[in-house]
């Protein structure tokens, strides 16, 4: 049995950091992990040019505690009137390292999100004349279908399309969910990346309704049956080269979470590598887990690798119960349970 592990240093290739007391609260644990983050820009109101990405660059890196070695890497919140000339250029400059499509009222604050693909055509060419990668919630919004078949259902009408029509765009499927999406995924190495949460390689939609409703394990996309849990577990531990970390951390207020509209997000920046090691060492995958949560996303981004390491050990730690944010807390996923693996210091 392995007690240590030491690995390239980890970036996390999907994070929402929050603003205001919340981005103060919650920046540092995800600065301790990892080198790099890919930041979401869905705030209110959303990141869709360069000097608000700038400027929400700046506070992330003011809420840091002091000798951090963090980069974030900003992304541009896609609108249906979004500039392509305003994409361009802060690509070029090293301000946007990719753009997000959040399809309207798919989630948390995107209610400015994209309507129609057909709305976003002139930025996608850019995209791809550029190499610039498209991020995608991957779900569509019509009332008429389940929700828990949004995901396979976004596949079929919305990303094969784009695909045959942009052949040169570079995609990443985020926090895929699905049988359907894994191999889809695994069926498309060259053209898309996956990235995958903690939560839904651990919990399946019962751990929603155990006992009671359990606000704590909802996000979106919400978990779903064990089978395509599995299915989704199977293809990261396999190690797939295009798959790769993106924790999804998504902090909110536990009276936002405790409430008549309980908000979606599970926040797990505090022992995320932890976590994931844990379904690494289950699945006797451990040898695949730097890949994952070290190289896989740089070489998909055309990034250089990081410098340094992170050693885990084998010692267990309690998961903090609540994570203190200002006037109020939050709770972290699998809070006030005993995980296997702790990072070293």
């Not at 976590?275 to 740089?298: C, K, Q, T």
């Amino acid at each position: 049995m392995r007690d240590r592990l030491t690995i390239r240093r980890p970036d996390d290739w999907h994070v929402h950091l929050r603003d205001g007391a919340m981005l103060a609260a919650v920046a540092a644990p995800t600065a301790r992990q990892f080198a790099r983050a890919i930041v979401m820009p869905n705030l209110s109101p959303p990141v869709t040019d360069v000097a608000a990405a700038q400027s929400y660059r700046a506070r992330i890196l003011a809420a840091l505690p002091e000798g951090h070695d963090f980069t974030p890497l900003m992304t541009c919140y896609l609108t249906d009137a979004t500039d392509p000339a305003e994409v361009r250029r802060g690509f070029e400059l090293g301000v946007f390292t990719a753009c997000k499509l959040y399809p309207a009222h798919a989630t948390t604050n995107s209610a400015h999100g994209v309507t129609s693909i057909a709305h976003i055509r002139p930025v996608l060419e850019v995209m791809q004349a550029i190499g610039m990668p498209l991020l995608v919630h991957g779900e569509v919004t019509d009332p008429a279908i389940d929700i828990f078949d949004r995901e396979a259902v976004f596949i079929e009408r919305v990303l094969v399309p784009l695909l045959a029509d942009l052949p040169a765009l570079k995609v990443v499927l985020e926090h895929i969910t699905t049988a359907e999406a894994a191999a889809f995924v695994l069926a498309h190495p060259d053209r898309i990346g996956a990235t995958v949460t903690p939560q839904h390689l651990i919990i399946n939609r019962n751990a929603i309704f155990a006992g009671g409703l359990r606000p704590h394990a909802y996000c979106l996309p919400v978990a779903k049956r064990e089978t395509h849990r599995v299915a989704v577990r199977k293809a990261v531990t396999g190690g797939a080269p295009n798959i790769f970390l993106g924790t999804d951390t998504a902090p909110h207020m536990v009276e936002a979470k405790i409430s008549a509209c309980g908000c979606a997000g599970i926040f797990s920046a505090p022992t995320a590598l932890e976590l994931y090691l844990e379904v690494f060492e289950e699945d006797d995958a451990i040898d695949r887990f730097e890949a994952f949560a070290s190289e896989n996303g740089a070489r998909f981004y055309g990034l250089p690798l990081n410098d340094g390491t992170v050693t885990l050990e084998r010692v267990a730690q309690e998961v903090p119960a609540v994570w203190d944010a200002g006037d109020s807390h939050v709770v972290p996923f699998r809070a006030g349970e005993t995980l296997r693996w702790r990072m070293a210091a």
